[in-house]
C-alpha cells in the first residue's frame, strides 16, 4: 500500500509563488502532479522519474517546475508566476508496479 501525503497549498495573489510537497511510503517509479479545478476534469501537471526525467503539461511549461529526492521520498513542484487558473486542487500522484496512488490533494486559490 503506497501513501501519499501533500502539503503547501495556500492562497496567493496573481504573479505569486507557492512550493508543493509531497513525501510516500514507498520510492514509486513515477511520482507527479495533478490538478483538478472546480467543474472540471482532473489534468496532468507535471510528472518524473525516479532517474529525474520530467514530463510537463503546456500550461506549466516556463512557469512550474518538479523535482524530487529519492532518499526522502518526496516530490516537490515549484509554481512560478500563478495565475487565477491555476486555482485548483492540486494532488500527488505514485504510478508504482502498474497502480495508480493519490494524495488526498492540497487546495490552491489564486486570487487576481
Known amino acids: 500500500q503506497m501513501h501519499l501525503v501533500e502539503s503547501g497549498g495556500g492562497l496567493v495573489q496573481a504573479g505569486g509563488s507557492l512550493r508543493l510537497s509531497c513525501v510516500a511510503s514507498?520510492?514509486?517509479?513515477?511520482m507527479g502532479w495533478f490538478r483538478q479545478a472546480p467543474g472540471k476534469q482532473r489534468e496532468l501537471v507535471a510528472s518524473?522519474?525516479?532517474?529525474?526525467?520530467?514530463n510537463y503539461a503546456e500550461f506549466a511549461k516556463g512557469r512550474f517546475t518538479i523535482s524530487r529526492d529519492n532518499a526522502k521520498r518526496a516530490v516537490f513542484l515549484q509554481m512560478n508566476s500563478l495565475k487565477p487558473e491555476d486555482t485548483a486542487v492540486y494532488y500527488c500522484?505514485?504510478?508504482?508496479?502498474?497502480?495508480?496512488?493519490w494524495g488526498q490533494g492540497t487546495r490552491v486559490t489564486v486570487s487576481s
Open positions: 518524473i522519474t525516479i532517474g529525474g526525467s520530467t
Open positions: 514507498g520510492s514509486p517509479f513515477i
Open positions: 500522484n505514485a504510478f508504482h508496479f502498474a497502480q495508480n496512488y
